[in-house]
């Protein structure tokens, strides 16, 4: 059964840094892995989704890098800012056998002016 | 586009009552999806449609039902509510299949008392 972790759980940073969030997973025979945003009390907005066949995905100040045969994806974060304080899940989509995508169980993320 | 849209935004429910959690969409997703999340936790597939008559079952899906009658809509229902359903419920949708991106309502938080 595919799980998938993200490490930390929660993370405080000044602003401006640059950041990187974790997400591995224990079954490589994905499909593909995406990235989401979620805002308190929101729902969870897409922000990036790469392909298996896909090394990494880039969206202005984000990018998502993936290894498949690591289990690992990464996503990071230039020269962070206020507005980036959200929690940041990611979830995979089987390659094989499966319909559905697994989530991990996120990344709270407070960035601080 | 309104998107995807979810009703009611908060409920409490006593134990033993029943009640409808209602998703709509207007984008002409095939595919709908119903997920709960608890506290601190990533999202887990209760049900999902695959297009209007025809649903299946996700990760979660004891103590609750769903129908498709149309390609916009698709209904949660919760039979004799139980402390254990207490949770934030999300509807989601998607164009084809379960891996592409998915477009999430705003939720609807539920607590079972």
């Known amino acids: 059964k595919q799980e998938v972790t993200q490490i930390p759980a929660a993370l405080s940073v000044p602003e401006g840094e640059n950041l990187v969030l974790n997400c591995s997973f224990t079954?490589?025979?994905?499909?593909?892995l995406q990235w989401f945003r979620q805002d308190p009390g929101k729902g969870l907005t897409s922000l990036l989704l790469?392909?298996?066949?896909?090394r990494e995905q880039t969206s202005g100040r984000l990018n998502a890098s993936l290894d498949k045969s690591s289990g690992r994806s990464t996503l990071y974060i230039a020269a962070s800012q206020p507005g980036d304080s959200a929690t940041y899940l990611c979830?995979?989509?089987?390659?094989?056998?499966?319909?559905?995508?697994?989530f991990g169980g996120g990344t709270r993320l407070m960035v601080k002016p | 586009n309104a998107g995807v849209t979810q009703t009611p935004k908060f409920r409490i429910l006593k134990i033993g009552q029943s009640m409808t959690l209602q998703c709509a969409q207007d984008?002409?997703?095939?595919?709908m999806y119903w997920y709960r999340q608890d506290p601190g936790m990533g999202l887990k597939l209760i049900y999902y449609?695959?297009?209007?008559?025809?649903?299946d079952k996700g990760e979660v899906p004891n103590g609750y039902n769903v129908s498709r009658s149309t390609t916009e809509d698709f209904p949660l229902r919760l039979e004799l509510a139980a402390p254990s359903q207490t949770s934030v419920y999300f509807c989601?949708?998607?164009?084809?299949?379960?891996?592409?991106?998915?477009?999430f309502g705003p939720g609807t938080r539920l607590t079972v008392l």
């Open positions: 989601a949708s998607s164009y084809s299949t379960s891996g592409d991106t998915q477009y």
């Open positions: 079954d490589s025979a994905i499909y593909n």
């Open positions: 790469i392909q298996s066949s896909q």
């Open positions: 979830a995979v989509f089987p390659g094989n056998a499966g319909n559905m995508l697994t």
């Open positions: 984008m002409n997703h095939n595919y």
């Open positions: 449609s695959v297009g209007a008559g025809i649903t």
